[in-house]
């Protein structure tokens, strides 16, 4: 096995090469043995040697210009990730996922897919150089697309240039507005908060909320979102108190959100454990990260803010956020697009087959490849798909598809419409709820 795992890295680093051309680089994921920016643990059919010089003599023989929009490789299919740079990691994870999606490690059956992936270094320019080359010079028939929200909208603005489709695993809302090229794979912040109130009214049975929110754009974005699905659904907002992203103590703002509760009784709870605070409101929402959560839900417990729910978002979801010092967690509830130990079968599905193959768990990013690769691979089924105009009215056709990720269909603004994971901590352990 040893000996296996070392000739196919050495064979994956040898497949890696930049493409000529605009000055930058991409690298090119072709043929039944794709490149892969780690090491894949699973057992494999041993490829012919290829050597250095035989792949620049390849590189050489290309075509320097092949774009043609009305007869696009149907079995290529772009991927424009972000390979290198700060966010390298999400873009190997994605590219690992999306060619297990594609069946290549199967010895049993082999698959016709081509996968070329480009760099897009995590940056707005790499990410339109990226697009470019994959729809002019690749000719792939569609592209999946791991952006961040600087580069969604150029990448977004490329597809329609080129009128190739792009799937964009973003959690940029409105992205899809750019043109009718673009959809979107992503349980998006709306979504999130509208699954999330509606398990606050209808299953915690809380119709009072107040928030605390971090004052930047994230934070903003989810309190209006919050308050507009709590009065939608039949709740209110009590009061929503922002803080800085830089403090560690929340004081002050327990203080402002409990109406003054915390001012007579702060040094309480230090000589009486059971002393609790009046409160107006029955669940707090706390739209930030796992470790400011875990900061605040302490400093609430000391000051005797008990009986109420934290709410959350996907900012929650870390394998820290219960590994030490959590106690005051318990019976927290927070949404996700993806949790490893949920009740759906292909969810349990995926996570065997992912780690059998890479030997270890898998986490959102993966999973979002995992599903959009396999709608792709779903469309592309039909044998009359030649174009990527018959492609893109077979990917709005999807409905109710069932994968990792739960079950996703797109709406007619081609933004998906995903089951959320509601997750609730219970005895000091993650759970899925709904």
């Known amino acids: 096995m040893n000996l296996c795992r070392a000739f196919t890295k050495i064979f994956i680093l040898l497949l890696v090469f930049f493409l000529v051309g605009g000055g930058k680089a991409a690298t090119a994921v072709e043929s039944a043995f794709p490149v892969t920016p780690k090491e894949n643990t699973q057992k494999k059919v041993q490829p012919p040697v290829v050597k250095p010089n035989e792949i620049n003599q390849q590189e050489e023989k290309r075509p320097a210009f092949q774009y043609s929009a009305d007869f696009p490789d149907r079995n290529a299919i772009g991927c424009v990730l972000p390979m290198s740079g700060r966010y390298g990691d999400y ?4 590219l690992d996922a999306i060619l297990l999606a594609t ?12 996968i070329v992936a480009a760099d897009s270094h995590g940056l707005p320019q790499g990410a339109r150089d990226a697009v470019a080359r994959l729809a002019k010079r690749e000719n792939v028939i569609a592209i999946i697309a ?25 959690p940029k809302e409105g992205v899809t507005s750019a043109n009718d090229y673009v959809f979107q794979h992503f349980l998006t912040s709306s979504q999130q908060i509208k ?9 915690l049975n809380c119709a009072i909320f107040s928030i605390l929110y971090p004052q930047d754009d994230y934070g903003v974005e989810m309190v209006k979102n919050f308050r507009a699905q709590a009065d939608l659904q039949g709740g209110k907002v009590e009061s ?22 915390i001012s007579v009784t702060k ?42 729910h934290l709410l959350g978002t996907s900012l929650w979801n870390s394998p820290d956020l219960l590994r030490k010092d959590a106690e005051s967690l318990e019976g927290a509830v927070f949404v996700d697009s993806f949790f490893g130990n949920g009740f759906y079968p292909e969810t349990n599905d995926f996570v065997d087959i992912y780690y059998t193959a890479y030997s270890r768990e898998p986490e959102n990013i993966e999973a979002l490849s995992y599903d959009t690769m396999g709608m792709v691979i779903s469309v592309l089924e039909d044998k009359n798909i030649f174009t990527r105009e018959q492609f893109i009215a077979g990917l709005k056709q999807v409905k109710n598809y069932r994968a990792a990720t739960g079950i996703t269909s ?3 603004d081609r933004v998906s419409r995903k089951t959320a994971f509601i997750l609730k901590v219970k005895d000091g352990k993650l759970e899925q709820v709904k």
């Not at 791991?146 to 597809?159: F, N, R, W």
């Not at 929503?240 to 509760?261: C, L």
């Open 410 to 412: 797109f709406s007619p």
């Open 91 to 94: 873009g190997s994870k994605a």
């Open 146 to 170: 791991v952006a961040g929200t600087l580069e969604a909208i150029e990448v977004a603005q490329e597809a329609g240039k080129w009128k190739i489709p792009i799937i964009l695993i973003t």
């Open 240 to 261: 929503a108190i922002g803080y800085s992203k830089t403090q560690t103590d929340f004081t002050e703002e327990i203080n402002k959100v409990t109406r003054n509760g």
């Open 195 to 203: 699954a999330l109130a509606k398990y606050a009214l209808d299953d």
């Open 267 to 308: 040094k309480t709870p230090a000589r009486n454990p059971e002393a609790q605070v009046s409160l107006d409101f029955e669940a707090l929402f706390i739209p930030d990260s796992y470790q400011r959560v875990k900061m605040i839900a302490s400093q609430l417990a000391f000051y005797g803010v008990k009986d109420i």
């Open 103 to 114: 069946g290549m490690f199967d010895q049993k059956n082999k698959t016709s897919w081509k």
